[in-house]
């Protein structure tokens, strides 16, 4: 009796001849990185992942595996980060997409007494404006954007061809005269830093280095105080 080689495609699916079960070490990291991710309380329902991931895994085979892959990239995409972390996002977008836009300020002035009365009537508080230049930050000008779900004021500033954008809006936790401790950070390539004063919110970000990002930050709290 000859043997028929002519298979066809449907039937070695159906029977299973294609499929190779997914690494259990597969399993393991992306179990991981959802346990990881919902102790850092990200916004996220996992339920409908975990669930699923375990039905795929339980069916194993190449499109267990791509599935799951699938779902974790759809964690990664959906989640979304919680108080001063999606602040910190929400600012980085901001300062790229100024970067990216012919909209980098909507007044230009080295001036700091025209640029503090421009935000009058635009937003609801009175940002304080200083003009570092002494330490080699002059300012150049401000803009309104938009952040945590508000406008802001952003005061744009420079060191050589750097840009600086400080963002400034009250401080919902309270006043504060005197400075806090400031929080520097790096996100994408760019450096941060956050501290509050005087019942207001500071947050620098440039692509210059950290150290000169924190020598402008000491110079505008010297400049308010």
């Known amino acids: 009796m000859e043997t028929n080689h002519d298979v066809s495609l449907a039937e070695k ?13 597969l399993h393991a990291q ?8 919902y102790k850092k309380k990200q916004r996220f329902s996992w339920n409908w992942s ?8 339980a069916g194993g085979g190449v499109t267990g595996a791509c599935a799951c892959a699938l779902i974790f990239l759809s964690v990664m995409f959906f989640q979304r980060p919680a108080g001063t972390a999606a602040i910190e996002q929400e600012i980085v977008a901001s300062h790229v997409r100024a970067l990216m ?7 230009l002035s080295s001036d700091q007494h025209t640029v503090k009365p421009w935000f009058n009537g635009r937003i609801d508080y009175a940002p304080p404006v ?3 230049q002494a ?7 401000g803009r309104l954007d938009y952040v945590d779900h508000r406008p802001v004021a952003v005061m744009i500033y420079r060191y050589l061809k750097h840009p600086i954008d400080l963002y400034v809006f009250p401080d919902s936790g309270g006043h504060t005269a005197v400075p806090t401790a400031m929080a520097a950070q790096s996100s994408e390539g760019y450096s941060l830093i956050k501290w509050r004063q005087n019942g207001m ?3 620098a970000i440039t692509d210059a280095s950290p150290i000169y990002l924190k020598r402008f930050a000491d110079a505008v709290v010297a400049g308010i105080q």
């Open 135 to 141: 330490q080699g930050f002059p300012l150049v000008g």
């Open 201 to 203: 919110v500071f947050w």
């Open 30 to 37: 992306v179990r991981a990185r959802l346990n990881e991710q």
């Open 130 to 132: 200083v003009d570092p």
């Open 13 to 25: 699916l159906r029977d299973g001849s294609l499929y190779e079960r997914a690494p259990s070490s």
């Open 101 to 107: 836009s012919s909209r980098t300020m909507d007044v």
């Open 50 to 57: 975990m669930r699923s991931a375990g039905l795929l895994f």
